[in-house]
């Protein structure tokens, strides 16, 4: 069998013994709790392209396919943790912005920077091969939200208008108190945190309620998370190649059923929310 | 569901997403025992599922990887059933 059945190649499921006939019709099943009108638009918050450093891979033409064949009309999409020599994400960076100008309708490119690894230069080269957003991940490159070197960066971020997307998932640091310092030193950004907030959902969730530049992305995000916000605060998200598209679909959709969404909800947070904040997908 | 099974493979489910992540040898295990916990439920058939293909081919990335994705909507499922909402019909 050909193709991908959760994000996965077909053949390879099938050699290891998997049914593709039952999978495809869970695949099928998943897609279908989205609910929306014919036409609504979809956009992924959060994709990473190239080879992280765990062996984690995906390639533009790879997304590509992945869009089309789940009905997804665009990505954000930036570096994997691959830092490179000089650990400014540099090579990264370009490699990303390099893939949205050969498919601009689909790709928006962020880019990705360790705030401690000569930030200023990497992001203005970032900027000026047109870069729309920037990725931070604390865990990963080991700074916090709070610091003097990452409330910089994110200042600089929010002088070119860019939202910072942030991992919030798996981590043992609080996140409330951390975000909450981040904001007031920059009351003006924009900020969306990855996995729903999900390392510290509550506490975040809490110390930034009154932050109007705040979106929580789904990407792998836990259900009970998605429900106790409003769905003017969530951005679809896939987290790809980590994440595929029939969870997060299904995430979503299994929220909408439980919050109560209706579809101009749902429309919302599938794109609307993301897309009043990066404009639209082809610049 | 009631909310005492529908929190038994909530739990269940979530050890076996970490183990998993984690690439831990016990996921194939906590699988197991999450989907016999869901029998029944719109939750089984996904957990079920992802018990069966890292039974398959424990350890082949490819199928990690689906069967983490089995193993989150199967959770996802056990979530909305304990908050009330079960799903109207099974994949």
């Known amino acids: 069998m050909s193709g991908r059945l959760l994000g996965q190649e077909a053949s390879v499921l099938e050699a ?8 495809g019709e869970i695949e099928s099943w998943a897609r279908r709790a989205v609910v929306v009108p014919a036409g609504t638009p979809i956009v992924d918050a959060h994709v990473h392209l190239g080879v992280d450093r765990d062996g984690h891979m995906l390639s ?21 943790d691959e830092p490179g020599a000089g ?33 200023e230069a990497a992001m203005a080269e970032a900027s000026d091969a047109g870069a729309r957003g920037l990725k931070l991940h604390p865990v990963a490159q080991r700074f916090r939200p709070e ?47 990855a996995h729903g907030g999900r390392g510290d959902h509550r506490a975040v969730a809490a110390a930034t309620a009154g932050h109007p530049g705040l979106l929580f992305d789904s990407s792998i995000a ?11 605060r969530l951005a679809f998200g896939t987290d790809r190649p980590y994440g595929d598209y029939a969870q997060a679909l299904h995430l979503v959709g299994t929220a909408a059923r439980v919050a109560g969404w209706d579809t101009a909800a749902m429309g919302a947070v599938l794109a609307g929310n993301l897309l009043r904040w990066i404009g639209p997908v082809a610049p | 569901m009631s909310l005492l099974d529908a929190l038994r493979v909530v739990g269940l489910a979530s050890q076996a997403e970490m183990a998993l992540v984690r690439r831990d040898a016990v996921a194939g295990a906590l699988l197991a025992q999450a989907a016999r916990a869901a029998e029944g439920t719109p939750a ?6 992802a018990a069966r293909l890292e039974r398959a081919e424990p350890g082949r990335e490819a199928v990690r990887q689906a069967a983490l994705s089995l193993c989150r ?9 304990a908050l009330g909402h079960p799903a109207g019909g099974v994949p």
């Open chain 2, 44 to 49: 089984g058939p996904l957990l079920s599922e």
């Open chain 1, 147 to 193: 610091s003097d070197e990452c409330i910089d960066v994110v200042r600089a971020a929010t002088d070119l208008g860019w939202p910072v997307l942030f991992h919030a998932g798996f981590g043992a640091r609080p996140l409330g108190p951390a975000f909450a310092g981040l904001i007031e030193a920059v009351p003006d950004c924009r900020i969306i945190l």
């Open chain 1, 222 to 232: 836990s259900l009970p998370d998605l429900v106790s916000v409003a769905p003017e």
């Open chain 1, 16 to 23: 290891a013994g998997a049914d593709v006939g039952a999978l």
């Open chain 1, 60 to 80: 533009a033409p790879d997304l590509v396919a992945d869009l089309d064949a789940n009905a997804i009309d665009a990505a954000v999409a930036f570096p994997a």
């Open chain 1, 87 to 119: 650990g400014d994400f540099r090579d990264a960076n370009r490699r990303v912005i390099e893939a949205a100008a050969q498919y601009p309708d689909r790709i928006v490119p962020f880019c990705r920077l360790d705030p401690r690894c000569l930030p």
């Open chain 2, 73 to 81: 909507m199967g959770l996802q499922e056990a979530q909305a059933d």
